[in-house]
C-alpha cells in the first residue's frame, strides 16, 4: 500500500528557513500528483502547495506565494518544501499527501488526495 512518510520539521525563528521532506513508497511514484496541507491547532486542514506528476506544474496558497517552493524527485520517490521567511503564523502540523489518479493535475481540496503521511511539526517563533 502507499505510505508517505514525512521529515525535516522543527522548531525556527521567524524569517528563517526550513525543506520539508516526503518519501513516499509501495506504488510507482513518478505518475502521481503530489501537494503539501498543513493543519493549526483548532483550525481546518487547508492547502500549502501541489506539483503535477511530471513537475511541470506547480500550485501555491497565496499565503505561501513567494516563499515556499515545492518539488520533486522522481527518482528518489520524494517531494520536497522549501519554506523561507517563515513566519509565526505557518506554525502548524504539515502533511504530504497524494491521489490516485494517474496522470492526473492537483487540486487544492483535502478530499481530492486518498493518501496521507503522519505530518511532520514546523513551530515558527516570534
Known amino acids: 500500500q502507499v505510505q508517505l512518510v514525512e521529515s525535516g520539521g522543527g522548531l525556527v525563528q521567524a524569517g528563517g528557513s526550513l525543506r520539508l521532506s516526503c518519501a513516499a513508497s509501495?506504488?510507482?511514484?513518478?505518475?502521481?500528483?503530489m501537494a503539501w496541507f498543513r493543519q493549526a491547532p483548532g483550525k481546518e486542514r487547508e492547502f500549502v502547495a501541489a506539483?503535477?506528476?511530471?513537475?511541470?506544474?506547480?500550485d501555491s496558497a497565496d499565503s505561501v506565494k513567494g516563499r515556499f517552493t515545492i518539488s520533486r524527485d522522481n527518482v528518489k520517490k520524494t517531494v520536497y518544501l522549501g519554506m523561507n521567511s517563515l513566519k509565526p503564523e505557518d506554525t502548524a502540523l504539515y502533511y504530504c499527501?497524494?491521489?490516485?489518479?494517474?496522470?492526473?493535475?492537483?487540486?487544492?481540496?483535502?478530499?481530492?488526495?486518498?493518501?496521507w503521511g503522519q505530518g511532520t511539526q514546523v513551530t515558527v517563533s516570534s
Open positions: 509501495g506504488r510507482t511514484f513518478s505518475i502521481y500528483a
Open positions: 499527501a497524494t491521489t490516485s489518479r494517474a496522470y492526473g493535475g492537483t487540486s487544492t481540496s483535502v478530499n481530492f488526495y486518498e493518501y
Open positions: 506539483i503535477n506528476w511530471s513537475g511541470s506544474n506547480t
